[in-house]
């Protein structure tokens, strides 16, 4: 078995997302902003960066 396999792509760095003004939320409750990282005050799962998204 004679497969050629080439990878042609270049590696790029993925972006970091960036939140929104600073903003973290739980993905668990949406209801729950925070200024800064951390966790849910309900079920302490971490809280992530609000992030934009834009869809082309």
Same mark, same amino acid.
């Given at each position: ?8 792509? +270049?590696?790029?760095? *993925? ?14 409750? *949406?209801?729950?902003? +925070? ?22």
């Amino acid at each position: 078995m004679n497969d050629v396999h080439t990878h042609d792509a +270049k590696l790029t760095t *993925p972006s970091v997302p960036v939140s929104v003004d600073g903003a973290y939320t739980c993905p668990m409750h *949406p209801q729950v902003r +925070k200024e800064g990282p951390g966790n849910c005050p309900i079920c302490k799962h971490l809280a992530l960066a609000m992030v934009e998204t834009t869809f082309a």
